[in-house]
């Protein structure tokens, strides 16, 4: 949420700093702005709007001699996207950048302006700009000013700082938001993200709570701690780029076979579940006595999946919270409970919260992240991480895909520790997941064209409804909400049986409703829940194992899903709902990596 970049070094900082932004634009589009250090002097560059917007107002005015600086692409939280209250802020000596967000900015604020501070817009950055500034001033001191300002500031935040007058210099400091360095052959760079880095240089250092940081010339340095321990990351510029595709969100999501095979391989150990590689053993399983999975969004609707796995195969119980929730509940039980963290950024503020709620108050806690080295997988007790690769669409797709795989993996582990579950079924499970899971989900990848009808038919409705029953329940909560945040339609996901009991009478002739059915089980009472909607005027769109028996006369359309097994069919659906939100999206001419009002890597409350 909101991307920082800065470079110092030998040429063409507001090059490199707008290189970044375009990559960091995911995590927040409505305003952005660069800084430069141009002899001796400060010059800024904002504007309401996306980096392209920028690099018009810099193709008219370049900047020249530019050896440093610092850029900003905003997600609004305090005032209106605006030139006034787009980032960089700069307040006497001061200029900076900042995400997260400063709690206490209004008592800050009023204090500051009884001293004869001038404020010109409605963010808590300024302010923290002032404070910093007001300290400045006083000790000429950077080092000093920018930490007796963090003394005062609550919230969380990560500012990228430069001082008018020294020039080519870049301050850093973070608390609660992420900020990476990386060294280059140029220079040194600083970003709220190791993909932004990715074109410049591989070996980075990601900064630790409340470190300051000053990157000049021909050195990184580290106050009180000297010179960073660097390390190298192993992802490419390609993974960052769209390859030929339209649409990161169609990249990712044709990445998904191959990143669900990431996620387990590692883990699998002669055909059986095997976490030892993320220091969880088979005393660490036996031990689980409930589980809470804590997320947002899709990663606490992979919560859902794996918590009915996790039910089914290991009887063991298992809540799943929203975590900007979990604080609020009080802890049931404490002994033997796996407080499960689950995020694709591993900086979302309220999953942080959370996994600091449950270490607090003495749970066991594991983090479930993709992205490496981000603040719940260095917090958490245990890691497993799901090596989807960055990912860029804002809407996740592989992201979420990896998560329920490695849930799933870990569901059979728990099964098979705790003995609920033979050796072979153990085998089998563990076979089924590895080799159908990607094989359903990439073959509905090629059947694209057949989903392209059912978006035809349904993109200009304002309501559609997923239906389904058990795990197909849990997985049309996420094939709703995928639907609703990039093609901006109205959806909503129901327990099939659910139902009638009210939200029937929102539909009318023609409301698309798309039901899920591929529990053999559940196919017949699905059916009678499809019947209902369908008399009384639905659209029926029906996603079905092959098994469901005259399955084209239960539904207006039929989507059969390429035979597979229990586990492969979580994974197949998974596709066609991805698919379906993205054709419609595509017809109704949205943005699809960016949708309006969100950000990537939600790091406020
Ligand atoms: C939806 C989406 C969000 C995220 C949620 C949690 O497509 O991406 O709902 O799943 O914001 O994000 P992470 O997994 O980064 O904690």
Redesign the pocket.
């Known amino acids: 949420m909101c991307g920082i970049i800065g470079y110092t070094g030998i040429n063409e900082a507001v090059k490199k700093v707008t290189q970044g932004l375009e990559i960091l634009e995911y995590r927040g589009y409505d305003s952005v702005g660069i800084c430069a250090s141009v002899g001796g002097k400060l010059e800024i560059v904002k504007t309401k709007g996306r980096v392209s917007e920028l690099n018009k107002l810099l193709a008219n005015e370049p900047i020249q001699n530019d050896l440093c600086a610092i850029g900003h692409t905003r997600w609004a939280t305090h005032g209106a996207p605006s030139y006034v209250n787009s980032h960089p802020h700069m307040v006497g000596k001061t200029c900076l950048v900042h995400n997260g967000i400063i709690e206490n900015y209004k008592e800050i604020k009023s204090r500051l302006e009884n001293e004869g501070v001038n404020f010109v817009s409605d963010t808590d950055t300024e302010v923290g700009c002032g404070l910093i500034n007001y300290y400045y001033e006083k000790t000429n001191e950077p080092y000093e000013a920018i930490l007796s300002a963090s003394d005062k500031m609550r919230g969380s935040y990560a500012f990228a700082i430069m001082f008018s007058d020294e020039e080519n210099t870049i301050y850093a400091i973070r608390q609660g938001s992420p900020l990476i360095i990386a060294k280059g052959q140029d220079g040194f760079y600083l970003a709220s993200d190791l993909t932004a880095l990715i074109p410049f240089t591989k070996e980075y250092y990601s900064l630790c709570e409340g470190e300051v940081v000053k990157l000049a010339g021909n050195k990184a340095e580290i106050y009180q701690k000297g010179e960073p321990q660097w390390k190298r990351t192993d992802m490419t510029y390609e993974m960052a780029k769209k390859g030929g595709y339209d649409h990161f969100m169609l990249k990712e999501m044709y990445e998904q076979p191959k990143a669900i095979e990431n996620s387990l391989s590692s883990r699998i150990k002669d055909g059986l579940p095997d976490f030892s590689v993320d220091g969880m053993d088979k005393s660490f399983f036996e031990e689980i006595k409930a589980i809470h999975i804590v ?6 609707h992979a919560g859902l999946v794996a918590s009915h796995l996790i039910e089914k195969l290991a009887f063991v119980p298992t809540r799943v919270y929203i975590a900007s929730e979990y604080r609020y509940t009080p802890p049931l039980t404490i002994d033997d409970t796996l407080v499960v963290v ?7 503020a309220d ?1 942080l919260a959370s996994l600091r709620y449950a270490k607090e108050k003495g749970f066991k806690t594991l983090g479930i992240v993709n992205a490496v080295e981000t603040t719940i997988a260095k917090e958490a007790d245990y890691r497993a991480y799901t090596y989807a690769g960055p990912e860029i669409a ?3 797709t592989k ?2 895909a990896t998560q329920v795989s490695l849930m799933s993996l870990f569901a059979i582990c728990l099964a098979y520790n705790k003995g609920k579950i033979d050796t072979n079924t153990a085998k089998d499970l563990t076979t089924c997941l590895f080799s159908h899971a990607p094989k359903a989900l990439g073959e509905v990848l090629e059947r694209r064209d057949e989903v392209k009808e059912i978006a035809k038919l349904i993109y200009e409705r304002d309501d559609i409804f997923y239906i389904g029953r058990g795990i197909d329940y849990q997985m049309s909560q996420e094939a709703s ?2 639907l609703k ?1 990039i093609s901006y339609i109205h959806s909503q996901a129901y327990a099939a049986g659910e139902l009638k009991h009210g939200t029937i009478s929102l539909i009318e002739c023609g409301t698309p409703v798309i039901a899920i059915a591929t529990e053999e089980k559940l196919f017949d009472k699905i059916d009678s829940n499809v019947k209902e909607v369908r008399a009384r005027g639905a659209y029926t769109i029906l996603i079905c194992d092959g098994e469901m028996e005259n399955a084209q006369e239960c539904a207006d359309k039929v989507f059969i899903l390429p035979k597979s097994s229990y586990i492969g069919n979580i994974f197949s659906s998974l596709a066609v709902a991805q698919l379906i939100a993205y054709e419609v999206a595509r017809l109704r001419g949205c943005d699809i990596d960016k949708p309006k009002n969100l950000a ?3 790091t406020v409350e």
């Not at 997320?295 to 606490?300: K, V």
């Not at 689950?342 to 979302?348: A, D, F, L, N, R």
């Open positions: 997320a947002c969004g899709s990663a606490m689950v995020s694709q950024s591993g900086e979302t999953s804002v809407a996740t992201g979420y909400l995928k945040e990537k890597s939600v």
